[in-house]
């Protein structure tokens, strides 16, 4: 069975949403013919087709961090998914309903 999430679910909506900048896809580095490298390009899928994009040099850094945001997103979502499942499918024992005695 899976460990339960270390963070509440209002820590990981508030470290979703400090994100401003998300970016699907990964940097590459961009070659000539002889293999020597020329720069970098972001590679993602775009509405069914692998698109490749230039990035220029002086934007590498924003480029990078947005991606790294948008995989560090993701891994935040299925956590807060996991948190929330947990709740509902294995409630507290603080939750139930606790007999009275007659």
Not at 49 to 65: G, M
Request: with cysteine.
């Amino acid at each position: 069975m899976n460990a339960i999430p270390s963070k509440s679910k209002s820590e990981l909506l508030a470290e979703i949403m400090s994100m401003d900048m998300l970016l699907k896809g990964k940097i590459t580095e961009k070659r000539t013919a002889t293999g020597k490298p020329n720069g970098h390009k972001l590679q993602r899928w775009h509405q069914g087709k692998n698109q490749s994009i230039h990035v220029p040099d002086e934007q590498l850094n924003l480029y990078t961090r947005a991606v790294e945001n948008h995989v560090k997103f993701t891994h935040l979502v299925d956590e807060y998914v996991q948190r929330c499942e947990q709740e509902i499918l294995h409630p507290s024992e603080d939750s139930k309903k606790k007999r009275t005695r007659r």
